[in-house]
């Protein structure tokens, strides 16, 4: 059985860092594709970055140079460095998998692709 659990989240001030974890069990970590998501109040789930099972990444514009998205196949955790953060990253972020092979680009932030989520873990940016 798949399991996502997230941990790192928190209050910062505006111009902050978190780090944000995911432990992935149940399944052979190095072959599936991981993302990080996140919905604010009100608003739809959004993809904020992805790592497919050969390394490449993807990010939202909207965090471009200031989120990093890294994992350790070894400890099966998925990270998320969170750097500038500003009030409007203020959400609950996910951690998600998709098992079954590569993942077209344009669809690693598409919540649709992935078919594991993680609980979710609350991000409050003060300004």
């Known amino acids: 059985q798949v399991q996502l659990v997230e941990s790192g989240g928190g209050s910062v001030q505006s111009g902050g860092s978190l780090r944000l974890s995911c432990a992935a069990s149940?399944?052979?970590?190095?072959?599936?594709?991981m993302g990080w998501f996140r919905q604010a109040p009100g608003k739809e789930r959004e993809g904020v970055a992805s790592?497919?099972?050969?390394?490449?990444?993807v990010y939202a514009d909207s965090v471009k140079g200031r989120f990093t998205i890294s994992q350790d196949n070894a400890k099966n955790t998925l990270y998320l460095q969170m750097n500038s953060l500003k009030p409007e990253d203020t959400a609950m972020y996910y951690c998600?998998?998709?098992?079954?092979?590569?993942?077209?680009?344009?669809?690693?932030?598409?919540?649709?692709?992935?078919?594991?989520w993680g609980q979710g873990i609350q991000v409050t940016v003060s300004s």
């Open positions: 149940g399944y052979t970590y190095s072959s599936y594709c």
């Open positions: 998600a998998a998709v098992d079954g092979g590569p993942v077209p680009l344009s669809q690693l932030l598409a919540a649709g692709t992935y078919n594991y």
């Open positions: 790592i497919d099972s050969d390394g490449s990444t």
